[in-house]
Structures are given as structure tokens and as C-alpha cells.
């Protein structure tokens, strides 16, 4: 069949009509016409187009759409102006604004709108159109008319330098953020750093990863932004952003110099260094780039889990010599980095270090398959291989799951292709193992580099490929892995020109294409013609005659169908006499893939069959680009329903299609359209889910309203939720008197009602809702509903109303808790507070009105809410312990804002009888953690002195009651020591618990601070002097056996002096301490120098029985 006619102008008739506008036009598929109609208007004479467009304006709607059309195309900027104006026109005449030079006023008057969408779409073609001096000549008064927040969008269309005036002073969501990154990242990196120092987040309200994203798109626009940043908020940095920053590696590095945590790692993400990055790093003088690399370190995230390994070394150390490298991987394995840094860096050294300390590293981590499998990965393969095949032969599957993987990433790193194929050869048993240990390996072949892939030899894919469909454990996540190795291997090969080679693994494709297991559809190899010439070329005529094999080939090579005439024939043979319905869908659409003759195939087969509109390519085709074709396809539906090649029974036909594109179609077709999707809504016999989507399809408003009325829940909740994309706003005393129903369909209707909304002039909305709102009978969650859409309604009008709701007797809870939020947001004002204090022990309120996120208050009312959280606190009893705990935990987070005053309160809940157990001592275990800040040390000691005074009460009860807590308090001091500062903390809190006779909690105190004192550089005389006559005479005082407190953050060796001192002393005590550090330490080093020397020299101890224990200690000798 040929291709859809082309229009020629045809002569003009005097005076143009709209009629005669149809009858030469409307005949034409939709990108032809409009072609045509453009061609059209700029072909017609003034006057002509003058009363063309008259009398188009005085029809019907998509008669003044197409005035609005050729304006466009005639570059009417006046027309389109007027359009702009035009509730109907609007949205159409503002994507043609976006590259037409409209008048400025017309912009601005939208962009001051009182309807919110109407100010939304504005800002959006404002920054479409790179309108930047218009944008920032509006911010202040939308600031002032609006608000911030709906300052916040427009600023994503201003210049940097107002961005960056006016970001502080407006609360920007994750997405405003996101899109000003890109646009202004110095003003974000302001804002982020801010953020970070003032304790309520970099971005509040948002998880980690979307603040991570956002550093990342910061750093890669501009350097200078990113290394803002990093010298203000280095927590802040990804491994991606760090290698973005690398583009200025001296800066970097002058920053790093600078930084006190001298020993932490700037961590880079894996993998090979851009161009770009490289050529800079190098251009460092050598000193330089070895500090650069010292400080800074390859991070792999998923070191630890199941999954694809990648492989690779640190790209900054492989840059350096022998010797330094060498050096820099000691340095961080005796500063017990972890395994996602510390595997690429090994991997960075040469061969004869590799050997030697990865083997180090593999004694320490004794039998544990993960860690024996990740360290040896690291190693050169004939070392490793060995190891890992040993691993992959236990009878436990655990250590075949991480043994093969990291075989296959071992073979990787190695880099020789006839290495990696003789790997993976020889991992047969891999394949016929358990589901589990087949896929993991599976997944590591799939993401291998391209030049490895094309080494592995044809008779290893077919017998994976075999093996993994036969066998009845194999998932659809293996078969995705099989499916996308055998992929990448096809690409790579055609790419190289081993077109044989491409062929052959494309026909093993077929068999994991034609597994049931699999999931998703089909997508094409990416070969080039000769290489689907060869693969066609290699089926045989046996093959040929069997659709259930050739099909998927036809799947894999789709495009190219028009260039293999044979298979083409073949292809389109199939989808018109294969007995199998869904054999020919799966033809039909393998047979218009090919892009040059989609629309002239597609009319082919619905003149064939008009049932293969039911194929999704078949009809995405015909609703978005042969147009002139759906007449046909509805009158073939019928009453009965759509029935041919590709659906035997007549059934209901109710497609889902995009709503956007019916504005598409000609009004004929629209309304036929309607009137088959409404009379599929409505027929009692169609299934329910036809049904509902034939509704959810429908856009007229009468049709929706009648099955709003009338039909089944699904059916009608699916009408009401329609009507709100309709946007009419007339329909809202309906949708609101269905939202009163509640249910299904009052959730649907309230749904349209707050999409509605943003339609109203503002001020309109709140008059609709709050009769609602303040209605008892009406439904719960209907107001709820209207209570969240009183709150997104930003105003004095909006507030009262929910405040008034509020104020209803007999409020539900659940409708109050919903409000809640937004009440939360007025904190500062008393009548607010006074209100939630009434209600904030119920326990639906309580979850959103005691809450962490930093975001859920403005920012010059967090120290209101932090005042108000420690009030509340003063004023808990006995039968308010959940509200207590919540309001501790709160706390907490919000210290920042008024720290005196949170500080204060939780250091309350010691002193305050009524808490119990979990209340007080989380509010002391909050306390400690901030021990090293003044303002919470002061009322921490406050809060000991005073139980101290309360010991020598004369009361028993009161002095048991006094000692128990502070007991407690100082378990706390000891469970977070590095938190709370034990330096600080240690003298004065030691003096009060040894008052109180608390030898114990005294002693454990200060042998945590001693650790501390010694991985801080200072030596701390008086206090190892203190802690050592608390436990000479009584050293079951310090158990050790149970001790948590040190933790080997750093080099170990910082602990040599300490043990050194510990062992003169020649006490037992002080030896037992020593004796603990130096098995620790040992254990933790594999028992290198100097720990093996100081275990011996502690067997010539005094002390009998520390010698024996010395000597129990260590490596067992060999007899």
C-alpha cells in the first residue's frame, strides 16, 4: 500500500471557510497536515489570512485551535499574544512562546497570575526560553505576592547572580534544587553548604542519595562550586563528585592539606579516570601528586555485597612509583581501611607486593568466603586461581556464589583475553550448579569489557546458554543476565567484524528469547547489515519453516528486515496466515520496526486485518502518526468488540492511550472515540478492568458524568479521577458532592477536586473547601483530603479555615493529624501552639507533629519548635512514656537550633521521677553524644551533682533512686566515648562516681579516655596515673573481656608508647591492660612487628600469672 498523500496547496477559494479548510486537509495524517497547514498559512496573502483567521476564531474550539495554528506558523506574534490571554489557548500558546519572541508584558502578566498553574507553565517557558532578564526583573514581586516557595520555581529561570541573591530567602523543593544546579551551581553549593553547618540538613526533607546527586551535578558544572563544597561540607562529596573535582587537582589538594582529619581519604569513584582528569592529575609535580594520592582513595560501595564485581585499581596510584605505592597501601592497611577502599588500591601495586600483602590480608581474614574471595581477587591470576577454585569446590553454596564471580573478576583485572576465555571455559560447574551460583556468575560475565568477551570461545556460549535454559531452577533474573552477556557478546563481535561469530550468538540469543520464564519485550541486537545479512544467511530452510524459531531472529534483527527481502516476506507471511494469534502480533510488530516504511507497513496490515491495532507497535504507530487510519479501525471494533487474526473472540477493545494524543486526531475522531470508550464504560457484560480503563480514557465531560453517576465503583471512581483532566472548573460542585460520598469514589473525586484547584484563581479555592472541611457528617477521609488541600494552599484564607476546622468538637483524629502538619509550620504562634499541645498525646497527631524532619518547620521557627519540643518534655507524666521517647529522639535532631534549651530538658528527664527507664536514658545517651559541646557538658554535670547530693539523702528509697541513675548516666558516658568527649568529660565525672562509690563506672570512664588521649597525640599523664590506682589494688574494677571502647580508627602504632609504659610499670594491673592491647592489636595485624616483640617481652613479666597469660598469647609455636 503507498504512503499517506501529500498535499499540494490547492487554489483558494473567495472567502476562505472553514469548511473548505476540512475538506482539503482533514483527509491527511497528522504530521501531514500539519506540515501542509504550516506551508499553507505562510502561502496565504494578508487579507486572506486575515479573514481565514476571523472566521476560524468564531468556531468551535479546534477550529480556534487552528487559528492558533497558522498564527504560529505566520509568525503572528499579536495573535499569539491575544492567546496567551485565552484559557483555551493558553497552553498552546505558550510552547509557541517558547521560540517566539511574544511581547515581554504579555509573559509577565501570566507570570504574575492569580491561578497557580497558570503562574507554573509561565516559569517553565521562561527558562525553556532563556528569558533571564525578564525572570529576574519579576522575582521580588512574585516573592511578595506569593510567597517564596513560588519564588523558589521561578528561579529557575533567573541568572546566576539573582539566583544566588535570592536563594536564602526561599525554600526551594529537591526539584527546584536539582534543575538550579545545572543552571546556577555556585548559589546551590551556598546553599548546600549552609545547610550542613547550621545542623538542619544540606537539603531538608531529602534522602542522601538525592543530596548526593545533587553535589554531583554541582561539581560537574563548575569546579569552583564543588570545591566550595569540599572545604565546607566534605561529608557532602560522592566518589562521583570527586573525581568531577580532580579537573583542579591542586586546589583539591590545597583544600585536603587544610583539613584537621588529616586521615581521612577523599574517596574517588572506581574506575578509570576521565580524560580530561588525567591529562590534570599529571600536570601535578611529583611530590604533589603523591600527597594527591595519599589523600585521596578509589571507593568501590558494593565491595561487601553479592553482585557484580567491577573490578579495577586506584587511578591515582597507578600513576605513581613502585615504592610510594607500596608505602601508601601499608599506611592504609595498618590504618584499618575497609575493604571497598583497600581492594583497588591493592590491586594498584606490583606484582611481587600484591602477592605479598594480599596474602597478609588473606591470613587475617581467616575462612570467611566473602573476604578470602575479595582479597584474592587482587591477586595476579596463578596466584588466585588456586585459592578461588578451591572456594568454588566446598560443599557449602555460599562459597560457590563468591567463589566463581570473583574468579571471573580476577580473569578480568588480569586483562589477558586468552587468560579470561580459558576462565571462563573451565567454569562449567558454575552452570550446572544451583540457580543462585549460576546467576552471580552470569552477572560477572555480562558486564565484562567488550575486547574479553569476544575471546571466549563459541562452544562456552552454547553450552551456558543450554544449560541455563534446561535447567528448571533458572529464574527470569539469570536468564536476564544470560540474555544480556550473549547481547554484549553479539555487539562486540559485530563491531570487530566477526560477523560469523555475531550470527552465532544471536541464533543462542532465540533460546533465551523464547523461554517462558522470560520477562519484558523484545529488543533489537544492534548489528550492523552485514552482520544481519550473515546471521539470516545462516538459517537453514528447516529453520525457516518453523515460526517459533525464526521469530525471535526476527525480533533481534528488526531493523534491518527491509534490507533482507527473503526474511522480510517471510516475516510478513507469519503475521498474515499463522494460525497463532500472538505468533502473528509478535510478526506484525517485528515487521513495521523497520523506520523508513513503519507508516506505509502499518497501513498494510490494518488493511489486511484491522485487528492488528491491538499489536502496542501496530497502534502506537496509528494513533501518533497515521491518523487518516483510525476512522477505520473504530468502525472495524463494532458493537460486538475488535476481532481478527490477533483476537479470534470478539471482545470489548478499550486501548490505553496516552490522553495527550487525541489532541492528535480530528473531532470526528475524538468524538468517536468518546462515544466507543463510553459505550465500553457502560456495558454490563465488558470485564471490569476493560471497563475502567475505558472510563479512565474518556475526556468528555457529559459521558464522564453520567458514569460518575451510574456506574460500578471501579467504573466510576475511574470517571471522577477523569474529570479532573478535563479542567473544568465548573465541574467542581459535582466532584465535590461525590468527594461526601467517601469510599473509592470520594477518594477519585477529591482526587480531580485538588488538580482542579490549581485551575482557581487563588482565595476561590478556599471558599469550596471549607464547607467541607468543617462538615462533621461528611466522610473522614474526604476531609482528610480537604485538609491536605487546605495545606498545600499557601495564605491567611487557607490557614483560618484549617484552624477552624481544628476547633470543630468532636474532630476526627485522623483528620486532625492532617492538618497538623501544616499547623506545624506556624509554630511560632501561640494560638498554634496551644492547640497542638491540647491534642499532641493522641497518637495519630503525635506522629506528625513530633517528627525529625528538618523540613516540617520553616527555618526561622526552629528554635520556636525546639522551645516547644522541651516544654513538652517538662510536662510529660507517667502515662505519656511513648510521648516522652519521641519527644527525646526529637530533640535531639532539633538541638541545633536552640541548644541550651534541648540540652537542658533532656538533662530534665534524669531528675524527673515520673520518666522511666527507656525515657531518661535515652534522653542521657542523647546528652553524652554532644558531651564535647560546653552546653551539654554543663547541665550533663549539673544533672551528676545534683544525684551525687541526692546519694546522701536520708531517705533509703531516694538514695538507691539516685544511685541507680547515676549508674546509668555513666554506662551511657562509657557506651559512646569517642561521642562525648571522654578528655573533656573524664576528670570531673571519675570525681563524682568515685564519690558515689561507682569504682567501676569510674574506671571504665577513664580507660576509655586514656585511649583517647593516646590516639589524640596527648600522652595524658595524670590521668593513666588516676586510672592505674583505681585498679592495682582491685583490678576486677576494669573487666576487659567485655571491652568496646577502643577501636582501632587509626595506625595502631599510636597505641606503642602506651602499652611500652603500661608494661614498666610492672604492676599486675598495668599488665593486664597492656597484655589486652597488645592481643588485640595483634590479632588485628596478623601478629606483625612490634606486637609479636611486645607479647614476648610481656612473658618476662613480674607478675607469675601475667607471664603465663603472655604466654598463652599470640601465634601457637611449633613444637
Known sequence: MAGPRTHQTPPQPEPLTPAWLTAHFDALPFPARSSALARYARALAPDAYAALKRALDAGDPDQRHTALFLAVARRDLEAVAAALAD???????????????????????????????????????????????????????????????????????????????????CEPPSGVLGTLARTAPMAVAEHLAHGHASGRGAQPGSSPRATRHLTEAVAERDPAAGLLLLERAPELISPRAAVSLLRRPADVLDILRRRTAADECLRLAAGPLPRA????????????LVELATRCCAYR???????????????????????????IVEARINGRTGLPTLQPSLAALATEDRIELVAAQLRRAGESPRSVTRYAVALPLDHAEPILREQAEQHRVHHRIHAWPALLACAELHGDPQEYARIVASCERAWHDQNDVRRFALEQLAGAPPRLLTAVAEGVLRDATLTTVQSRDTTERTLAALECWLRRTAEAAAVRGENARAAYTARLLCDVLNDPRRTGGPVPLRLNTEAARETWSAVTDEQRSRAEYF??????????????????????????????????????????????????????????????????????????????????ALAAAGEEGLRGRTRPRPTPWAPRIRPGTTGRWLPSQRRAWYAKAAGIAAD???????????????????????????????????????????GRTDLLPVLLRHAGTGGARGRAAMASVRRLLDTLPDGEPVALLAPLLLEPTAPVGTRKEVARALGAIRGGQAFAALLAGWDLPRQHRDVRAAMAGTLLRAIDDEDVVQRLWDHVREPAVRDVVITARSDAVPREAHAAYTRFLANLLDVCGEDDEELARAVCSALHSWSAADRKT??????????????????????????????????????????????????????????????????????????FPAASDPLTLADPVAEILEEAGLFARSARLLWAAALASVRNGDPAPALRERLLRLIEDRPERLPLDDDHTFALDNDPGALLGFVRWLRERGTPAAGRCALHLVNRIGHTTSWQEPWLGEAEALRAHPDPDMALAALLTGPAPKP
Open 902 to 975: 534541648a540540652y537542658t530538658a533532656l538533662a530534665a528527664t534524669v531528675l524527673a521521677p515520673v520518666h522511666s527507664d527507656c525515657v531518661w536514658t535515652l534522653g542521657v545517651a542523647h546528652l553524652v553524644r554532644q558531651g564535647g559541646d560546653e552546653r551539654a557538658s554543663g547541665p550533663l554535670l549539673e544533672v551528676l551533682r545534683t544525684l551525687l547530693a541526692r546519694t546522701r539523702d536520708e531517705k533509703p528509697h531516694t538514695r538507691a533512686w539516685a544511685l541507680r541513675r547515676l549508674d546509668g548516666c555513666a554506662a551511657a558516658l562509657c557506651r
Open 301 to 327: 560501595p558494593r565491595a561487601h555485597r553479592l553482585g557484580r564485581q567491577g573490578p579495577t585499581r586506584d587511578p591515582l596510584l597507578v600513576l605513581l612509583p613502585r615504592g610510594e605505592r607500596r608505602r
Open 684 to 726: 454490563t457484560w465488558a470485564p471490569v478492568r476493560t471497563r475502567t480503563d475505558a472510563a479512565a480514557a474518556l475526556r468528555d465531560p457529559d459521558l464522564l458524568l453520567a458514569l460518575a453517576d451510574e456506574a460500578p465503583q471501579p467504573v466510576s471512581a475511574a470517571a471522577l479521577g477523569a474529570l479532573g483532566e478535563t
Open 87 to 169: 484559557p483555551l489557548l493558553r497552553r498552546r500558546a505558550l510552547s509557541a512562546a517558547i521560540r517566539l519572541p511574544v511581547p515581554e508584558q504579555a509573559l509577565a502578566e501570566l507570570a504574575l497570575s492569580e491561578v497557580r498553574a497558570v503562574r507554573q507553565e509561565t516559569y517553565r517557558v521562561l527558562r525553556l526560553s532563556r528569558r533571564t532578564d525578564l525572570a529576574d526583573s519579576l522575582v521580588a514581586r512574585v516573592h511578595e505576592r506569593h510567597g517564596c516557595q513560588e519564588a523558589a520555581y521561578l528561579l529557575t529561570a533567573c541568572s546566576p547572580p539573582t539566583v544566588a541573591q535570592w536563594l536564602p530567602a
Open 277 to 288: 582528569v588525567l591529562r590534570a592529575v599529571r600536570t601535578l609535580p611529583p611530590d604533589d
Open 551 to 632: 521469530m525471535p531472529l526476527a525480533e533481534l534483527l528488526a531493523p534491518h528486515l527491509a534490507e533482507l527481502p527473503a526474511f522480510d516476506a517471510l516475516v510478513r507471511c507469519t503475521a498474515e496466515e499463522h494460525a497463532d494469534p500472538d505468533m502473528a502480533a509478535r510478526a506484525a510488530a517485528a515487521w513495521i520496526a523497520p523506520a523508513g516504511s513503519r507508516e506505509s507497513r502499518c497501513a498494510e496490515l490494518l488493511r489486511l486485518d484491522p485487528s492488528f491495532a491491538d499489536v502496542p507497535a501496530v497502534l502506537h504507530t496509528l494513533v501518533e502518526r497515521r491518523t487518516d487510519l483510525l476512522d477505520g
